[in-house]
């Protein structure tokens, strides 16, 4: 079965800092790989997605992610975490038939 | 250019009382979705139209209806709230809905509260 797994429910990062967000996925095919980011109080937005070439993909608001089949992994990283990226991350995957399984979410919080 | 827009955007009810959460999209997409958001639980496929006049099941439909009106609208009905659907609600819409590769773009979200 399909499935999405991000192991981080909640991760405290500093401004300026560094960010890593991990994204496992279980999938029998070639995966189809998104990630969405949740303001408080909004929709979901698109920050990037994968789904052939390349396997460092870039992003909207200088986020990027590297798919690694070797691990079944899809990370969302930034190299400097600004206050306003304090928000609900969900990492995603899309079937053939164009349906998205959603991981359980990571909240970010920045502190200043 | 609105992109997704869900109607209302607050409701509270009483067990037993129903209501339809309205959606519509602007943007010519063939296929719509109905999610919810749950703590700790990612969003849930409710219902989905691949595209206009069919409708089908998804990961979590039960007590749930949903009518695609025309391409550019899809509602999705509780007939008989239970405490069990305070959640919030997404409606989602993408180009072709049979590619894995598209995008699908979200609305602001609806949420519900029973009582």
């Known amino acids: 079965a399909q499935s999405v797994t991000q192991p981080d429910i909640h991760i405290t990062v500093s401004e300026g800092a560094s960010l890593e967000l991990r994204c496992n996925y279980s999938?029998?095919?070639?995966?189809?790989l998104f990630w969405y980011v949740q303001s408080p109080g909004q929709g979901l937005q698109l920050l990037l997605k994968?789904?052939?070439?390349?396997?460092l993909v870039q992003g909207i608001k200088g986020f990027e992610a590297e798919f690694k089949r070797s691990q079944s992994s899809f990370n969302l990283r930034k190299p400097s975490v600004h206050w306003s990226d304090a928000a609900e991350y969900f990492c995603?995957?899309?079937?053939?038939?164009?349906?998205?399984?959603f991981g359980q979410g990571t909240e970010l919080s920045v502190k200043p | 250019n609105a992109g997704v827009t869900q109607t209302p955007k607050f409701q509270v009810l009483k067990t037993g009382q129903s209501m339809t959460l309205q959606c519509a999209q602007d943007m010519n997409h063939n296929s719509m979705y109905w999610y919810r958001q749950d703590p700790g639980m990612g969003l849930r496929l409710i219902y989905y139209s691949a595209s206009e006049g069919t409708t089908d099941k998804g990961e979590v439909p039960n007590g749930y209806n949903v009518s695609r009106l025309n391409k550019r609208e899809f509602s999705l009905r509780l007939e008989s709230a239970a405490p069990s659907q305070t959640s919030v609600y997404f409606c989602?819409?993408?180009?072709?809905?049979?590619?894995?590769?598209?995008?699908?773009?979200f609305g602001p979200g609806t949420r519900l509260t029973v009582l």
């Open positions: 995603a995957v899309g079937n053939q038939g164009g349906k998205l399984i």
């Open positions: 999938y029998g095919a070639t995966p189809y």
């Open positions: 994968y789904f052939s070439g390349d396997t």
């Open positions: 989602a819409s993408s180009i072709t809905g049979t590619s894995g590769t598209d995008t699908q773009y």
